[in-house]
Each structure stands twice: as C-alpha cells, then as structure tokens.
C-alpha cells in the first residue's frame, strides 16, 4: 500500500484524446461515413395514449427522395419483440422498454410511431412532416400530483426498517417536511444516434452513443435472433451521456429495422426535442422526510418516503431512500419507496441515480435540524458520522469523509457563514453559505482487458468500454504507465468496439476500477510472460525459475545479481517475436473484500449572493472536496468533479421538465426552454481530493467519482439559499420567482 | 399546413414538363427513366452556391432548404462542426463567417454566397494547434469533446471581439455555448490564457 | 421544411415588388428566428426573399438622434461608438438577449419581427391562436408562466421575447418602413400590437397582397436625449441566454437628487414592449429616493392580472421596477 501511496497520482496530464477533440478529428456515432448510406428519421405521436387508428402516408410517399416509410403495420418481424412465439424458454431474449413500430399502441406523447427513410436528410425530415395519424385517444394521466395522492396508482417495490418506526415522533428536536424535484434530463450535447449496416442477412454492423458497446451488441444479438458475434457496436466517441446511453432506446432497433427493410445503412439521429420523450430522464419524484435528534444532536430517528414516475409499459426505480438508511449513524430508520406509473415515456438513471434525489430531501432535512438544534452543519454530521455501515454492520473499505469536512470547510472559509439566515450582505447581496454530502455505492465490478506488447517498445491496452467523457482512455494509460513501469508514452488505450475483450458498460462511477483491474491483471501477466520469455529465450537466463527474477521499469533482472538483466524489447527481439499478447479478466470481487462496506463520499460546499429585492441567485463559489480513492489523473478526475457540480446547478436552480397534463405533453423540450447551465451560472470552482488509495476495492486504489460529483450539491445550494434569505425551498429548481 | 405539400405539386408539375422530357433525351448519363425524372427534379429545387471553407473555394448546387450545418456536415463532409440542437440554442454549430462567429444552423446555406467560412477543421495551422486549441488541452476544457469545436470558435471570437477582459465577462460572452460536461470554470482558464499571451489568433 | 425558393435582391424597391407578387413570401435577413420557425412547421413560406445585400446596415448620427439601419446587426449596434456613448441602454438590452452568436446574425429589423416564444405557439401540435386562428389559446389555462400580465387577450397571453426592443420603446424610437405605396414612419411603442382578437398580427406593418409583412422595415430612429442614468434589468431562469421573466428599461436625468426626467419600458410582461408613462409623470420631479421607486413600483403594476403560473410576475414586476430604477439613480 505504501509503494502505491508512492508513485506518482499522474503521468501523463493532459487527455490522450485532447488533440482529436480540438482539431474537430473525434468521431461520433452519426458522423462514421459509409457509402450508400440513407437517413431515417422519426415521427412522433402527438397524443399522450390510445391507438393509432389511420396513418396518412400519401403525401409523405410521394415527397422526393423517400424510400420507405416504417410504422406498425409494415414493420419486419423482429424476433425479441415476441420471442415466445417461437420459443417460451426465451423470456430473457424479449426486447426491454418500448418495442417500437411493434403495434399501433400509444404510451406516451412524443413516443416513435413511424420512421421515414430518404435519400437525404432534408428530404427525410421534410416527408416525415407529412406524416399524419389518427388516432383512437383515451383519457391520459400524467398529473404526479394528482396521481400520487391515489394510493391505488402506486406500486410497492421496497420497505425497510431497522429499531423502531416513525421513531422521529417522539424525538426531542424533529421536523417532517416534503421535497419534490420535476424530471430533469440527461440533454448530452451528442444528438443519441444509430448508424446501422447490415452484412448478408446476420451481419450487422452498429455505430452507437452507447455507454456499453458490449451491452448494446447483446441487446441486440437477442433482439434480432443474431449471434453476438455476428453483432458488431463501434462506439469510437460518446458526446456526454450521463445515464441516457446506458440501455438501447427505440431508436437503436428501429436503425436495424430500417437498414434491413432498405438493404442499405441508415443512419438515424433523434433530434434534440425528441431525446426529451424517448431517451430517459431522470424520474419526478416526491419525498417526505421525518428526522429527530436529541439536543447533543445525535439522531433519533429517520423515516424517508418516495413516489416517482415511471411509464406504464415499463418499471423504473432507483435507490432514492437508500441513502437514510446508511449515511448517518442512527437506530430508527423506516423508508418506503413506490413508483407511480403514468402516461409517460420510461425514466432512467441519471448521473447519481438514487443518491442525488434522495440526498437532496435528507441532506436538506439534516441542516433544516442543524437549525432546530442550533448546532453548525458541519458538525452534526459529524456527530452522526458512521463507522460500520449501519445496515451490514461492515466497516469501509475506506472513508474518509471526515477529512471531505476538513477540506472543504477551510477553503470555502465556512467561518465567514451567518449563524443567523439573512443577516449578512456584502455588495448590496444576501450572503449564504451551505453544504452537503454526498455518496455512492463504489464496489468493483467486472472486465476484461487485452495488452500487446511490441518490440518497439509500445504497448496497447484495450477493452470493449466506451468513454463518454470523463477521460477513460487518460485514466487507463497512466494506470498501464504506473504497473507496467513505463513512460505513458509508450502506451495506448483502444476501446469502443466489441471486437475488443469483454469492457463493463460505463456507468455508476466504476468504469476505473473494474477496467483498472483488468489492466494490472494484464501488466501482471505481461511481467510473468516477459520473465519465460528470458530464460527460454535468452542464454544467461537459461536454466532460472520466474520466481527468481524481478521486473522493475522495463527490465528483467535476476533478483540476487542484478548485473544480469535485458529490457524487455530485447527479450522480444531474442525471442524473435514481434509483440506479445494476453487477455485478462479481473474476476469478480475477492473474497476479501466482501468483509467491507465500499462507497465513494463527496461534500460539497457552496457560497452564493442573492439578490434580496429580485431573487436573483449569483454563485459566488463551490467547493467540493471528495473522497474517491486514489486519483489517478488529477487533471480529468478535477474536471469530472467540476463537471458534477455544474449539473448540481442546474438540478438546484435551472433544470426542469413542464408538461401540460392536458395533453400529456412537454412544453419546454428544447434547449431554449429546459435550461442546462451556461458558463455565466458557474462560479470558481475547487476540487479537493483525500487521494488516499482504496485497494480492498481494486488494485488501483480508485473509488469512483461520476456521481460523487452531482450527489450533495444541489442540497449544498438550497442550504446556502436558506442561509442567505431565511427561505427554505423544497421544491426544486430555485427560480427567482420562488424568492421574491 | 396547406402549404406543406406545394412542393411536391411543383415536383409532379416539373416531371410531367415537356422541357424536362427534352432535358432527359439530351442527357447521355441518364439512362433510366423514371430515376431521370427523380434526378432533374432535384436540379430544378437546387441552386449554384460558391463559398470558401477553410480556404478551399466550392462551387456547389444545394437546395435552398438547406442549412449551413447540414452542407458542412452531410454534403462536405466536415464533421468537425456540430449538430447539438439545429435551433441556435445550444452553440455546438459555431463557424467563422468572414470572421464572425454565429450558428451555423440557423443560416442556410445559400445566404453565405461569396463568403469564407471557418470550421473547427481550418483553425490550425498544419499540425501547429492553434493557441486557443493548445490552451483547451492544457486547461482540459473539455470532457466528451462534442461540445468543443463550438466552444473554440467561440472562444477565438471571443477574444478578438474584445469581450476576454475578464472572467465575468468570458463567461457572459460563451453563453451561447453549452458545455453539458460542465467544463465552464476550465474553458474560462483557457482563454485567460490565450488572452494574456496576446498571441494574434 | 419545403424546399422553397430563394432569391437575393439588393434594394428596398425590388425586394417590396418580390413580396407583393408572391403570396407566401416572406423576407429573409438574419434568419436566426424564422429558420427556426420554419424547421418547426411554424410556417412554411414558398418562397424566401434575401435582403441582406439591401444597403440598410449604415448607422448614422445627427444633432437629432440616431438612425440605425434595419440590417444592422444586434452585436454591431450594441458595439458601435455612438450607441455606446449615446444610447448606451439600448447596446446593454442587446447584449441582454440571446447570445453572442446570434447577435452576430440577427439584425435589428428582424429582431422587431421575431415572433413570441410560447410553447404552444411553437408546437404545431398544439392549439393557438396566433399561428392557427381560431383553434384555441393553449397557455390561458396551460403553462403560462412567462405569459403576460398585461394587456392581454382570452385569444391570446403571449409575450414579446425582444430585449431590444423594450430599451427603443423607452428611448421614444420611430421605425421607419417602406412599401409598395412609399414610405412611412409608425412610433415604435405603436409598431408592435397587443393580440386583442387577432393575435396573428404582431405587429402593424400593413397587410397587403404579401400578407402581414407586405411592408419592409428600413431602420430605426432614435431621437437625441441627455439621460446619463440608465439601466436595463433581466430577470430570467439563468444567468444568461435565456428569454426575460420580467425585465425593465430605465432611463434618467436627474439634477441634484430631482429626477427631471425618465424613460420607462418593461418585457417579458405584455405582447409589446411595455411602456409605462404614468410611471414617468409619476416619477418626474420627484426626488430619487427608494421610497419613490417604491411608489413607482406599485404603479407600474397596476392592472396586471396572471394567468396563474405567471402571477409571480406581478410582484417580480415591482421588484424589478424598483430595482432598476434605484441602480440606474445610482449610475455615476
């Protein structure tokens, strides 16, 4: 452990992909060019559910450059829309989520129900405007507020408890409050995109924003009755993602459909307005929660409730509750969590699924209490600090959480913070100061990695991952630089293609850790195979055991006479090989580790202005300090941070999906409307890492960082606007208009 | 939309033309018939452009209809440009048009005849990055990349406009770019940097 | 988007005669909103009519006043020496509004002619009346929470999205506008047009054999004036790009602490620029003190009514109004 605390956090600093991003050279998945190629384009459902009854293609077929026109009643039988039919021990082979073009069904309003392939893409999106449909409407529902007050409407998927229920009832100091958050949406700048080829009748070719080239060939392969083999994905560069491009959406089987009904690649691009209703999001979600302390600040009891949205085609939850139940030490603690299915289309995991929407509800009750009880944030968290996981009773692998106070407290200089909300102005603006913690599950998951070592020197790792930006292909080589000893380089990182060894999908801040562990496996391997190598193939190595020799920076050595030693491009050259080559999977979690608690921490930190007349927000600084493991390049994990609080902002004051229930229909599902931050809503960001190696998870010493990053920070700013105004908001984004 | 479907009248109107009949006979590349038809009626919703990207003159034949963006893209083959939103909120489209930067998405094609544009593909020189690319790597601003072609672009007219006094200021001035990745605090660093080396961009 | 036809013409004549004869034609200069439109279905013009080559981009100054050509672009107002120093409340509501980009592209006349932003009128699935009379208002009793306060109709609630144009309606501009009958001038605060029963006119530029926007606008006058005080206050969603919740125009003189005269607009409120000249009487020979501003405030919003989610912007509105006056006082 003290040898990895040793080598240096980076090699290499800048991205290895920097040079490709700026000269415009990165390719993502609509920009491969393929001959023949023709465009596909959607159309849309304008009614929330029914059927459709009638679909008017006369105009559309007869506009120029249309070549076919896709919808329920002339799609192609796809096998894993109806696997049964043919084999009822398929079930696992059905296609997950809407089976688009599968019947004249209407779920929610914007859902795919034609597809119009043309020559050109002004051609194509033209026709597809001639499209027409009449439907059959039925009554929709997408009213949450509504709906959710109907018990009947909601579905039961967990309880828990531990001591005592509503325990924060009779707590001495206690409050109950609700928090809502709208939906808000992944929006990555990457349109989502599907390029698909077909070879012969079970050859497909795939280019795809996928955060798992392997998952999506999977999905695939069983959607369309097809060998995984014979399904390649390429996914070279992801535009952003953030959860959208964790599982295949309409769009991706449609391409397929539409390249086989054409027999020529289609290239399909859902538009910005569409990503809105058929790429995810996260979920609406409701939360009430009752916490209790005693007057030394020591909880007494929690009890988190949730409610949010799914479609009625599909089940989607995620862990929002889970958080009270771990986070802090206290012995009562009773969760609900249910879902309200509505006429919607499916939500799914967004950047800190779970945590960031249930850290907003408990970590924003914590400093309402903090209040109550008149103790400083800060340290009635630390009164209430963990040190076995409360439900497993394990302790950490690591946790450094308290050091995240320490850090972050000085360098947002947390003593300038009022005691008393709104009774501190500078320049005329309401000064507040807030925090919160944030947390995510960082157990190590599994992959798959290949190393080819050259006798010029080079080597290239590679796995089927794919990096939708947080710089995986950085993170891998200076990882393969660090247990290979070798000048990053010399090194290279191949991903994004399933012809590569087995790489997980990229998701849930593990992508460093499981491939990671592939890597050292690989460089392991490597080592050992170098070492054979040079007693079968090199004279005065001859007759050795690999045990007695040693591999240190390039060179193998015999362990008691160092004189004796060839660098290992010589062992190939004398060998006679040009390169060598072995694949490796990490296994799954070791026996050992399965005695610890693992998860990422963060705290975040924020000091923001409001205006005391308008309600104008003015951010003023964040801080977000995070115990991720060890930092294995400092320059792409601080941005990953940086990045993780930008959407922090936008979940606290800007994000938010409207729909008129009327319709069941999004108002706002355009970038003009549905505000992401811009760079005037970021302030001067600080990033501080414990960087203290975790290698009970892996042997990088990584935790994760992606939803670390997020997790807290929206609570962070409705604390520090509390702080400011004496206003507690609870339903997020904080708009001006919720502070006059 | 009543109007929607005039085109295709003017299509019909066109195919069944006898000028088009003779323009069919004339012409010893056209062989099949009905494709004929389908050709010639695209040449007549076209139209000649000439514009200069990245210092290579085109002589083009585009249909009006179509953006800026899409020739950049889909036609020329550049896809150094980006499509993030094709409505001029987002900023991923930004070129140089004679120098200025604006959203390529918004503006069709044919209203840039006689001008030069400058995508993400043209701004350095040969294998020498330009100063604000440089300065991007260096201060990592950027994630995922697709966001950056634009955010370069802007980030030189940004300079050159006057508006990189100060932080504040940048930061107001890239607002038309958004950077979901949220890599704002970094590009500002960025072009800082560019601004206080003084470089000519 | 149809593939319509597009002709260039370099004078204010040819391009008036090329719209007469088409009847759906409309002009096309910066392009930034009705590109936009037309990828929507807003509208689907057959022909599109490119005056950008019409020398109308000359910004030119008088004894009295100002006179900037219609095809002079946002970002080239808002930097020009004159309207700097002169008219400086007019370059700061431009560069309140969209982004640098567009700036780049949109020109002042066709900032006048950009069209609300309502979500209803932008999706041709919805009902509204101003792009599809008679179908309906979908905001009245829908998301309506950047609608109007004022001056509203039950046809209609929707905004004007223009900050540049609540800084003219406050600086007393004269837009200047040919036509196939000759030329003539409208005061900007009576160029745009509250809905009433035909929200489908934004504005009134005559609506001849080309259809609303028969009539071309060739520039914008701004007369003289000594304000040294001035501020343009945006409220909105974000920091930056993105359309005004509510935001004012303010121009003053004041002489010793005697406001002797002021100039005041609001957006993001009414279907127009809204100009509020009671509040100017009100203010004027007053001393600038927060209790006037305060009292100026509670006028300005006299007579809004909401429409539910957009009734915070009666108090938003007075928030505001107060506001700008007191930073525009505070001008040195």
């Known amino acids: ?21 700026v000269t415009g050279k990165a390719t993502y998945a609509a920009e491969h060019q393929l001959a023949n190629m023709v465009y596909a384009v959607f159309v849309c459902s304008t009614i929330a ?79 597809a405007s001639l499209v027409k449909a009449e439907y059959v409407k039925e009554e929709s529902d997408t009213d949450f507020e509504n709906a959710k007050a109907d018990e009947k409407k909601l579905k039961k998927p967990g309880e828990y408890k531990r001591g005592d229920t509503d325990a924060y009832k009779k707590g001495e100091v206690s409050l109950e409050e609700e928090y809502t958050i709208p939906s808000e949406t992944h929006n990555p700048m990457e349109l989502h995109a599907t390029i698909a080829a077909w070879d012969g009748d079970d050859k497909l070719t795939v280019y795809d924003k996928s955060q798992g080239p392997k998952g999506t060939q999977r999905e695939l392969a069983q959607c369309f009755g097809l060998d995984e083999k014979n399904v390649r994905v390429v996914v070279e560069y992801v535009g952003g993602a953030f959860g959208s491009g964790l599982r295949s959406w309409p769009h991706v089987p449609a391409a397929v459909i539409a390249a086989k009904k054409v027999k020529r690649p289609v290239k399909l691009i859902v538009t910005r307005e569409q990503m809105f209703t058929t790429v995810g999001y996260r979920p609406h979600a409701w939360q009430k929660i009752g916490i209790s302390a005693g007057k030394d600040g020591k909880l007494t009891g ?51 699924p779970g945590p960031a929407t249930g850290c907003f509800a408990l970590e924003s009750a914590l400093d309402e209490l903090s209040y109550k009880l008149n103790i400083d944030p800060i340290e009635l968290r630390v009164i209430n600090h963990a040190v076995l996981h409360p439900i497993s009773k394990l302790p950490w692998s690591t946790k450094f959480l308290k050091e995240c106070y320490v850090l972050g407290k000085e360098k947002i200089g947390w003593q300038n913070r009022p005691t008393v909300p709104g009774s501190v102005t500078e320049d005329g603006m309401l000064v507040g100061y807030g925090m919160a913690g944030g947390v995510f599950g960082a157990g190590r998951g599994q992959a798959s990695a290949k190393g080819i070592l050259k006798a010029d020197g080079t080597l290239t790792l590679q796995s089927a991952v794919s990096d939708m930006g947080p710089g995986t292909s950085t993170a891998m080589v200076t990882m393969g630089a660090q247990f290979m000893e070798l000048p990053a380089n010399k090194i290279s990182f191949e991903l994004g293609d399933t012809d590569l060894p087995n790489g997980p999908t990229q998701g849930g801040s593990g992508t460093t850790s499981a491939i990671g562990t592939a890597i050292n496996v690989v460089c392991t391997a490597l080592k050992q195979t170098l070492k054979e190598m040079a007693i079968a193939n090199v004279p005065a190595f001859a007759n050795l055991k690999p045990e007695a020799l040693k591999y240190e920076q390039g060179i193998i050595s015999v362990t008691d006479n160092v004189s004796i030693n060839i660098s290992y491009t010589d062992i190939l050259k004398a060998a006679n090989k040009p390169e060598i080559e072995v694949v490796k999977d990490s296994g799954r979690a070791t026996a050992e580790a399965q005695k610890y608690a693992m998860n990422s921490f963060s705290v975040h930190f924020v000091k923001l202005h409001v205006h005391p007349v308008t309600g104008v927000i003015k951010l003023k600084q964040i801080v977000s ?65 414990v960087n203290k190696a975790d290698i009970i998870i892996s042997p990088t010493g990584a935790k994760g960082i992606g939803e670390i990053a997020l997790v807290g920070v929206a609570p962070a700013i409705a604390n520090a606007v509390y702080n400011a105004t004496g206003k507690r908001i609870r339903n997020l984004p904080i708009t001006p208009d919720k502070l006059i | 939309m009543p109007t929607q479907n005039k085109n295709e009248s003017r299509r019909d109107f066109l195919k069944k033309s006898t000028a088009l009949a003779a323009l069919t006979i004339a012409s010893p590349v056209l062989t099949k018939a009905g494709e004929n038809d389908e050709k010639i009626a695209a040449l007549f919703e076209q139209m000649p452009l000439r514009l200069e990207v990245n210092g290579v003159a085109h002589a083009l034949s585009v249909e009006p209809r179509v953006t800026l963006l899409d020739l ?27 120098g200025k930067r604006i959203n390529s998405c918004l503006s069709l094609a044919v209203m840039n005849e006689g001008k030069k544009i400058t995508t993400i593909e043209g701004l350095a020189n040969g294998d020498k990055l330009h100063p604000m690319q440089e300065a991007f790597i260096k201060h ?54 560019v601004k206080k080396g003084g470089q000519s961009l | 988007m149809i593939n319509f036809d597009y002709i260039r013409t370099s004078t204010a004549k040819a391009a008036v005669e090329a719209k007469a004869k088409s009847a759906s034609s409309q002009f096309i200069a910066g392009g930034t909103n009705l590109v936009d439109l037309m990828k929507k279905g807003v509208t689907s013009p057959e022909k599109l009519i490119d005056i950008n080559s019409l020398p109308l ?73 101003k792009r599809e009379p008679g179908s309906g208002c979908g905001a009245l009793q829908g998301q309506n929470r950047m609608h109007a306060v004022f001056g509203t109709s039950e046809k209609c609630i929707a905004v004007h999205p223009s900050d540049m144009c609540v800084a003219l309606a406050a600086l007393d501009a004269t837009v200047h506008i040919t036509g196939a009958k000759g030329d003539r001038k409208i005061l900007f605060t009576d160029f745009h047009r509250l809905p009433g029963d035909t929200p489908e006119l934004d504005n009134n530029l005559s609506t001849g054999p080309g259809g609303q926007k028969g009539e071309l606008i060739t520039g914008i006058h701004i007369p003289a004036n000594s304000f040294t005080k001035f501020h343009y206050l945006k ?78 912007k009666i108090k938003m509105g007075k928030a505001a109004v107060a506001e700008a006056l007191l930073q525009a006082s505070q001008k040195i």
Not at chain 1, 87 to 110: I, Q
Not at chain 2, 75 to 95: E, F, I, N, P, R
Request: glycine content about 8%; charged content about 20%; aromatic content about 8%.
């Open chain 1, 1 to 21: 452990m003290d040898k990895e605390l040793l080598i240096p956090t980076s090699f290499a600093d800048d991205r290895v992909d920097g040079v490709d991003k």
């Open chain 1, 49 to 127: 559910k029914g059927s459709i009854k009638n679909m008017i293609l006369a105009d559309a077929k007869r506009a120029a450059g249309v070549l076919d026109i896709i919808y329920y009643a002339n799609c192609p039988a796809v096998p894993g829309y109806n696997p049964y039919a043919k084999d009822p021990n398929k079930k696992g082979y059905e296609w997950r989520g809407l089976k688009v073009f599968n019947d004249n069904k209407v779920y929610s309003n914007g859902q795919p129900i034609a597809m119009v392939i043309a020559d050109t893409m002004e051609r194509a999106v033209h026709a």
């Open chain 1, 302 to 352: 929690i009890t988190h409730h949730a409610v949010s949205i799914t479609s009625r085609y599909e089940d989607f939850g995620e862990g929002i509750v889970n958080v009270s139940q771990f986070l802090y030490d206290c012995p009562n603690v009773n969760t609900s969590y249910r879902l309200l299915p509505l006429d919607v289309n499916t939500p799914t995991w967004m950047r800190g």
């Open chain 1, 625 to 689: 300090a995070a115990d991720a493991g060890k930092i294995i390049s400092e320059n792409t994990a601080r941005s990953q941070m940086v990045g993780g609080a930008v959407g922090g902002i936008g979940m606290a004051l800007t994000e938010e999906v409207n729909i008129d229930n009327r319709y069941g229909r999004y108002t706002n599902a355009n970038f003009g409307d549905y505000h992401v931050p811009v760079n005037a809503d970021a302030p001067p960001m600080d990033v501080v890492f």
């Open chain 2, 72 to 98: 950049l893209r889909e036609q020329l083959h550049l896809m150094g440009t980006k499509k993030g939103c094709d409505h001029g909120q987002c900023g991923a489209c930004t070129v140089h048009v004679d």
């Open chain 2, 140 to 193: 990592d601003g950027f994630q995922c990349g697709y966001c950056t072609p634009g955010q370069i672009m802007s980030a030189v007219c940004c300079v050159k406009e006057g508006h990189a006094n100060n932080a504040e200021e940048i930061r107001e001035f890239m607002s038309g770019n958004i950077c979901r990745c949220g890599a704002y605090p970094n590009i500002v660093d960025a072009i800082m940097e």
């Open chain 3, 57 to 129: 981009k000359q910004i030119t100054a008088d004894a009295k006043g100002v006179l900037i050509g219609a095809l002079a672009l946002n970002s080239e107002v808002a930097e020009n020496a004159i309207i700097k120093t002169k008219y400086p409340l007019l370059a700061q509501a431009i560069n309140a509004g969209a982004s640098a980009q567009l700036r780049n592209m949109a020109t002042v006349g066709g900032n006048m002619m950009q069209r609300t932003r309502c979500s209803y009128f932008y999706d041709i699935t919805m009902p509204c009346n």
């Open chain 3, 235 to 312: 409220i909105r969603d974000r920091s930056s790009y993105a359309f005004a919740l509510v935001s004012v125009a303010v121009a003053l003189e004041i002489s010793g602490n005697t406001i002797t005269n002021a100039k005041l607009a609001m957006g993001g409120v009414a279907h127009k620029p809204w100009r509020l000249s009671a509040v100017e009487k009100f203010v004027t020979g007053k001393t600038a003190t927060k209790e006037t501003f305060a009292a100026a405030a509670n006028m300005a919003m006299e007579g809004a009514a909401g429409f539910g989610q957009n009734n915070f």
